[in-house]
């Protein structure tokens, strides 16, 4: 029986490695100590323990200590996907922007005003009306989970506190597209 288990855990981690499946590890940053500046509570709260847990960084509290300043803003809108044949909704589209820069002690812009967008469609139906927006806020806190997470993966890419001409980290617009409707 422990042979059993012993092939059965061994075959798992070969094909946990044959497809590319790797922990997150320790992330490099280029700055020790970082201020995060606007976003939500929870988001920054989130941003600091990726980042404090993460690294050798330390999130610090006034700008002063700080070796770079993380400027955030979070918007959200909500608009109508889908429509019945009686004009009525029957899905909307949720839509998160997450807007961010970063620069250094002397002003260096080491990542240029940049934007993170997600969006989510919610099927909606007005006798639920309370249950559906328990589930947007729900959804709206899961993609500022999702954007968060990007957000510290692009921190990453910043690897001097003075890039030289070439290797400024570029600016991100992206729009991400909405999901198909269903059929």
């Known amino acids: 029986m422990t042979r059993r288990l012993f092939l059965t855990a061994a075959c ?3 094909m946990l490695s044959a497809c590319g499946f790797q922990l997150r590890g320790q992330q490099d940053y280029a ?3 970082l201020y995060i500046s606007g976003g939500t ?3 920054a709260a989130r941003l600091t323990r990726m980042v404090q847990g993460g690294s050798d960084t330390v999130v610090v509290t006034s700008p002063a200590n700080a070796d770079a300043t993380l400027q955030i803003s979070i918007g ?3 608009s ?3 429509l019945n044949s009686l004009g009525v909704v029957e899905e909307y589209a ?3 922007y997450m807007t961010y820069s970063l620069t250094g002690k002397d002003g260096t812009v080491l990542i240029p005003p940049s934007i993170i967008a997600l969006n989510r469609a919610m099927t909606y139906s007005d006798q639920y009306s309370q249950a559906k927006a328990a589930e947007s806020d729900i959804l709206f806190a899961d993609m500022e989970n999702d954007a968060v997470d990007q957000l510290s993966r ?4 910043v690897k001097s506190m003075h890039p030289a001409r070439g290797q400024e980290v570029p600016g991100v617009a ?3 597209p909405l999901p198909p409707p269903p059929l």
């Open 154 to 157: 692009r921190l990453a890419l």
């Open 76 to 78: 959200r809108d909500q």
């Open 80 to 82: 109508t996907l889908t």
């Open 31 to 33: 700055f020790k100590r």
């Open 174 to 176: 992206p729009r991400a």
């Open 94 to 96: 949720l839509n998160l």
């Open 41 to 43: 509570p929870a988001g």
């Open 12 to 14: 798992s981690v070969l």
